[in-house]
T-cell receptor, first 110, second 114 residues
Framework: SQKIEQNSEALNIQEGKTATLTCNYT??????LQWYRQDPGRGPVFLLLIRENEKEKRKERLKVTFDTTLKQSLFHITASQPADSATYLC?????????FGTGTSLTVIP | DTAVSQTPKYLVTQMGNDKSIKCEQNLGHDTMYWYKQDSKKFLKIMFSYNNKELIINETVPNRFSPKSPDKAHLNLHINSLELGDSAVYFC?????????????FGPGTRLTVT
């Protein structure tokens, strides 16, 4: 079965630095890979989607890369702010099948 | 307007009871999902419905049964509740067949079985 691992359960960085989160998967490559943000007591919120034939996608301070050879996606937040503190989830999307990663809790220290 | 809504937000019940969680989406999406998030925050898909047809049924106990009266609603009924069913349950929706498969999640229902 598909297995998705995200680096370290918790990541602490200083405000203004770039946060880099990792999502590794096994077995088959998805058609799409998505990243979500989840705040305590709330449902996940969609951030970015990258397709299997795309190398990189950007949205404001967010950047996602997708390497199907390494079976890995990297999620970057540049110029991080305390408001970026949350849990970030990657999700493999194969059309109508979604598999979420274990999540990384990011804390941006002022 | 709330895109995906769930009721109730909190549900506390005893073992052996039967309960339902309701979900509604006003986005006009054709696919709805139920997820379970355990105490370790792992989000696992349970069911999805596309145009009122079940298209995924992960290995969940048959005590759990999704019911979709129409495209905008997907309710989750749970029979004979067990302690291990305690978790947060999320409903979500998406529109398949488009360039964007983003899912919209509800606020979650925290189920506690005592």
């Amino acid at each position: 079965s598909q297995k998705i691992e995200q680096n370290s359960e918790a990541l602490n960085i200083q405000e203004g630095k770039t946060a880099t989160l990792t999502c590794n998967y096994t077995n088959y490559s998805p058609a799409y890979l998505q990243w979500y943000r989840q705040d305590p007591g709330r449902g996940p919120v969609f951030l970015l989607l990258i397709r299997e034939n795309e190398k990189e996608k950007r949205k404001e301070r967010l950047k996602v890369t997708f390497d199907t050879t390494l079976k890995q996606s990297l999620f970057h937040i540049t110029a991080s702010q305390p408001a970026d503190s949350a849990t970030y989830l990657c999700a493999l999307d194969r059309g109508n099948q979604f598999y979420f990663g274990t999540g990384t809790s990011l804390t941006v220290i002022p | 307007d709330t895109a995906v809504s769930q009721t109730p937000k909190y549900l506390v019940t005893q073992m052996g009871n039967d309960k339902s969680i309701k979900c509604e989406q006003n986005l006009g999406h054709d696919t709805m999902y139920w997820y379970k998030q355990d105490s370790k925050k792992f989000l696992k898909i349970m069911f999805s419905y596309n145009n009122k047809e079940l298209i995924i049924n992960e290995t969940v106990p048959n005590r759990f049964s999704p019911k979709s009266p129409d495209k905008a609603h997907l309710n989750l009924h749970i029979n004979s509740l067990e302690l291990g069913d305690s978790a947060v349950y999320f409903c979500a929706s998406s529109q398949l067949g488009t360039s964007s498969h983003e899912q919209y999640f509800g606020p979650g229902t925290r189920l506690t079985v005592t």
